[in-house]
């Protein structure tokens, strides 16, 4: 029994730095996943905030347009409707029928 202690320890001895370097690498590793992944949130957080910015911007554009134009843009669109169903009418060509069955 003394003679397999006495194997143990040089064996354990020599076991100890081979395990802190092991927990060394762990805890890099650990660090360098954690760096990732911040400067991977914070890119995605660019990302999105630039995607939402370009989205303000074209609700903006819309705001104005409606705004300053008040509410004739929806007549306009009435009458653009209207005029394109005179125009089929007087064509002969029915309102439902696609180009494909047109030719």
Not at 17 to 38: C, D, M, N
Request: proline residues 3%; charged residues 30%.
């Amino acid at each position: 029994m003394e003679g397999e202690i006495a194997l143990l320890i040089p064996i354990i001895a020599l076991s100890i730095p081979f395990f802190a370097i092991w927990v060394k690498h762990k805890e890099k590793v650990a660090k360098l996943q954690v760096e990732s992944t911040a400067e991977n949130t914070a890119e995605k957080a660019a990302q999105y905030s630039s995607h939402v910015q370009r989205l303000e911007d074209r609700v903006q554009v819309l705001e104005r347009i409606v705004t300053d134009r008040g509410y004739d843009v929806a007549t306009q669109i009435e009458a653009l409707r209207d005029t394109r169903q005179v125009e089929e009418l007087d064509s002969g060509t029915p309102l439902n029928m696609n180009k494909q069955e047109k030719a």
